[in-house]
């Protein structure tokens, strides 16, 4: 498959282009071929200037990280473990310590906080070089970029503006894309409509009748015959008038997506679950203490705080059924970690997905397509996969599992704003 080609693109100083498009059309692929972390298959890149690389979050980072970026950015001196938005900060700040003239950006704000998204785009807004950003925030890419690059269908359709702008252009191109469609579409049926009438004709003009002496079948033949000849004419110029119509293509619609959570179990009990003075700290940093209360079935709680405040680790300590946490008998936990530790790369999209499934695989195949894997995609090794088809996966695993409590970790992280 391809995933893209482009003739030329040109990043100028000071600019800060947004990458925007569907999950797997290609995006984080063209942001590390123009950083030099892949080869293209044809062409070349060319870079003027120190270039730094922010990947997403399983992608791992070895650059140092200044002292003064540390403090900035509430980066841990030392820890052994750093949650999701931990770990984004630490690599925001190893790019920004670097002197980098050039930064190219992949899902940078996935997994921070509140503050620390408003950090990002304070630093962007003071940093006087380029940048290259793929995020499926709308109100970030309005608020920082110059201009936004479309990865959609094997093309790269540069926009100037922001997001924002980019919609407004992107929705008149589209409108113009269908009227030329319904104008060529009109025109043509014309055509063929005139053709097959003189076609008709020339079918339709008879023979000379049987009570004609012969010098009078004879013209009448010959006449019939320039008749004919003139309308068979007609009707072949018609037909290569449409032939030199330019075709214009219908705009494509994009197809909806379904996320079809399986029927649950009941569970009657008066408490799902229950903590009794939970507490959790990591190293000598403690995180909560004294957590009590209860959630009751059918409740949606949501879960927030700062990044390192201990989220995750109580999701885990739910799964672990840590001391203090009661788990009610007919209780099923699915868990979609922010991390997708839940998926083997080295297994297809199907395969990952039968493991713990109590469906057929025809049921399986019905919801992998409404999330637009089609046909064959499902045979995909999940390492092949972008981020957001990962998090799609992984999401599609937890609810075709046989379960009836979901904890889910950052589950839109990484998911393009159709499928968020």
Not at 377 to 392: H, N
């Amino acid at each position: 498959r391809l995933l893209f080609q482009a003739e030329k693109l040109q990043v100028h100083r000071g600019e800060r282009i947004g990458i925007v498009g569907k999950n797997g059309e290609g995006k984080s692929t063209l942001l590390h071929i123009l950083m030099k972390k892949m080869s293209p298959d044809q062409g070349n890149v060319q870079t003027y200037g120190r270039s730094s690389l922010i990947p997403q979050l399983d992608v791992q980072t070895t650059s140092a990280v200044s002292p003064e970026m540390k403090s900035q950015w509430n980066v841990p001196t030392e820890a052994d473990f750093l949650s999701g938005g931990e770990e984004t900060r630490k690599k925001i700040a190893a790019a920004l310590s670097s002197g980098a003239e050039l930064l190219a950006a992949d899902e940078p704000t996935s997994h921070l906080d509140v503050k620390g998204v408003e950090k990002f785009e304070e630093e962007m807004k003071s940093f006087t070089g380029s940048l290259l950003l793929i995020s499926h925030d709308r109100e970030l890419l309005n608020r920082l970029c110059t201009s936004i690059w479309e990865v959609e269908d094997g093309k790269i359709n540069c926009y100037e503006g922001n997001y924002q702008e980019y919609v407004t252009q992107k929705k008149h191109a589209v409108e113009r894309q269908q009227f030329e469609y319904e104008q060529y579409v009109k025109e043509k049926q014309r055509l063929e409509l005139a053709s097959e009438e003189k076609s008709q004709k020339s079918k339709s003009l008879k023979k000379a009748p049987s009570r004609m002496g012969n010098s009078e079948a004879r013209l009448h033949k010959r006449a019939v015959g320039k008749q004919k000849a003139k309308l068979d004419r007609s009707a072949k110029a018609i037909e290569t008038r449409i032939e030199k119509l330019e075709k214009k293509e219908k705009p494509k619609e994009m197809e909806e997506i379904h996320f079809d959570l399986s029927q649950f179990h009941q569970v009657h009990s008066k408490q799902v679950l229950s903590f009794d003075k939970v507490s959790a700290s990591a190293g000598n940093h403690i995180l909560f203490q004294n957590l009590k209360g209860g959630v009751k079935p059918g409740a949606k709680v949501a879960i927030v705080g700062q990044n390192g405040a201990g989220k995750s680790t109580l999701l885990n300590m739910i799964e672990q059924q840590t001391e203090g946490i009661t788990v009610a008998k007919p209780v099923k936990l699915g868990f979609f970690h922010q991390r997708l530790e839940n998926l083997d790369p080295a297994k297809s999209i199907l395969e990952n997905i039968k493991e713990d499934s109590p469906y057929t695989e025809q049921f399986i195949r019905t919801v992998l397509s409404r999330l637009l894997f089609k046909r064959e995609d499902v045979y995909k090794k999940v390492e092949m996969l972008s981020g957001g088809e990962r998090v799609k996966t992984a999401l599609a695993k937890v609810f075709l599992g046989n379960y009836n409590v979901l904890l889910l970790d950052e589950p839109t992280n990484y998911l393009d704003l159709h499928t968020k």
